[in-house]
């Protein structure tokens, strides 16, 4: 499945040998650290001197010497003009469609869209970096880094993804239980401070402890240490709580799927790894991420304070800005004064709250406004698309995956993109 992607992988193989020092920019999230950190950990085992530097975008200004090696990871193919510019030799590894054409000779693009494959669900950055890793040595220990990434972006064990767990199962560098996929921590906690799935029990505690009764579980328990009878009760009971939330019936799979566990790395619970690199990503901490991912245990209880300071910041946030949600012809939106809580928001309210309609968040700091557009399988609208086109009206940019993307535009433009956006998601469904 993944062999058009490997000979394409294996044409920055020359530019490797032929650098001494790289720089590698990198998206700042889950699958953009983790993919960072892949192309890192191979590099490392090559003898090879490198930067990292993390960004929101391209938008942003990318730095080099001509005599480097640039490599975007997680970023790039939506962006040819920015791309078209680098007069460094380049290597895209990237999952996002590609937009027009990079006219550029000294450049490889490792993209599962250009080998026929679905980057949107079954193989994301993190996966395509794997794919890249192993064709300069053998990185197979980084199976499981490689799906923390996936799990970041909400894909599916599929395709190139379900190709990487297989190796990885096969290698010994993980393992799949059964069951209900939460943190390994105390039942009680791990309920409350769950994103993935929410469960909307923060600031509920007594509905939480009538839920845990009900259930017949001991909260104090250490989840990992529940019967299969118990998980098989708990599992049920989140269910149909989220059942009752109306939540999109795709979250079902993503949960019940079992738990994938990373014998190699410092978390072994990958959402759980998961989640405290998204944290780190998100209060600028990008760095602590990148650290797990290469095994670098100084850092771990650092990184876990983050994650429980950042999960509590968005839970309360979320719990002020359910009244604020306005609707649109064909969509919903919210917009916040905050700059860095658009992302999540638009992802928990599309898919806990309202999966009847595309999501819009918008988070405006300073001059400048942060968009996320979350969307789901059932809905025909490509968000991609819309972002594209409703920021370039308004002069900002926007662009991603079908059912997430987002945008960066003026902030006094905010109002005029919604209609426009809402004018297109209409076009569309």
Same mark, same amino acid.
């Not at 920055?12 to 920019?25: M, Q």
């Given at each position: 499945m993944l062999d058009?992607?490997?000979?394409?992988?294996?044409?920055?193989?020359?530019?490797?040998?032929?650098?001494?020092?790289?720089? !590698?920019?990198?998206h700042y999230d889950p699958d953009g650290i983790t993919a960072g950190a892949i192309i890192a950990t191979a590099l490392i085992r090559l003898g090879k001197d490198f930067q990292v530097r993390f960004l929101k975008g391209l938008n942003e200004e990318v730095e080099y010497d001509k005599d480097d090696l640039v490599i975007l990871s997680d970023m790039g193919s939506?962006?040819?003009?920015v791309v078209?510019?680098?007069?460094?030799?380049?290597?895209?590894?990237?999952?996002?469609?590609?937009?027009?054409?990079?006219?550029?000779?000294?450049?490889?693009?490792?993209?599962?869209h250009l080998a026929g494959l679905d980057g949107t669900y079954e193989l994301s950055a993190s996966g395509t970096a794997y794919v890249f890793a192993n064709v300069l040595g053998d990185n197979r220990d980084l199976a499981g880094i490689a799906l923390v990434g996936a799990i970041g972006d909400k894909q599916k064990m599929k395709g190139g993804n379900a190709e990487i767990l297989r190796e990885g199962i096969e290698s010994g560098y993980i393992e799949v239980k059964s069951g209900l996929?939460?943190?390994?921590?105390?039942?009680?906690?791990?309920?409350?401070?769950?994103?993935e799935p929410f469960l909307d029990f923060y600031g509920k505690e007594d509905e939480l402890e009538d839920f845990l009764r009900?259930?017949?579980?001991?909260?104090?328990?250490?989840?990992?240490?529940?019967?299969?009878?118990?998980?098989?009760?708990?599992?049920?009971?989140?269910?149909?709580?989220?059942?009752?939330m109306n939540a999109y019936t795709g979250v079902f799979n993503d949960i019940m799927r079992g738990r994938i566990i990373l014998k190699s790395e410092l978390i072994r619970n990958a959402v759980t790894m998961c989640d405290v690199i998204n944290a780190c990503g998100r209060v600028t901490a990008c760095s602590l991420g990148f650290a797990l991912c290469l095994r670098d245990s100084k850092y771990l209880n650092k990184a876990?304070? !983050?994650?429980?300071?950042?999960?509590?910041?968005?839970?309360?946030?979320?719990?002020?800005?359910?009244?604020?949600?306005?609707?649109?012809?064909?969509?919903?939106?919210?917009?916040?004064?905050?700059?860095?809580?658009?992302?999540?928001?638009?992802?928990?309210?599309?898919?806990?709250?309202?999966?009847?309609?595309?999501?819009?968040?918008?988070?405006?700091?300073?001059?400048?406004?942060?968009?996320?557009?979350?969307?789901?399988d059932s809905l025909k609208v490509n968000l991609a698309e819309v972002m594209q086109k409703a920021g370039e009206k308004v002069g900002g940019r926007g662009g991603g995956h079908r059912v997430a993307a987002g945008a960066i535009i003026p902030a006094d433009k905010v109002e005029e993109f919604i209609s426009e956006v809402d004018r297109l998601c209409c076009s569309q469904g």
């Open positions: 058009i992607l490997k000979a394409i992988a294996r044409e920055g193989i020359k530019f490797v040998e032929k650098h001494d020092f790289v720089r !590698i920019f990198t939506g962006y040819p003009d078209s510019k680098i007069e460094a030799d380049t290597i895209v590894v990237d999952h996002h469609i590609p937009t027009g054409r990079i006219e550029k000779d000294n450049l490889v693009h490792i993209n599962p996929s939460l943190h390994s921590m105390k039942v009680r906690e791990a309920l409350m401070l769950s994103l009900k259930v017949r579980i001991d909260g104090d328990k250490d989840f990992e240490e529940l019967s299969d009878e118990e998980m098989y009760r708990l599992s049920n009971a989140v269910a149909l709580r989220l059942l009752k876990f304070e !983050i994650w429980r300071n950042y999960t509590t910041e968005l839970l309360e946030r979320i719990n002020a800005v359910r009244d604020d949600v306005r609707e649109g012809f064909c969509i919903r939106y919210v917009i916040m004064s905050d700059g860095n809580a658009a992302s999540p928001i638009a992802t928990i309210f599309s898919r806990y709250f309202y999966p009847d309609k595309p999501f819009i968040a918008v988070s405006v700091k300073g001059e400048r406004a942060k968009v996320s557009a979350r969307g789901n």
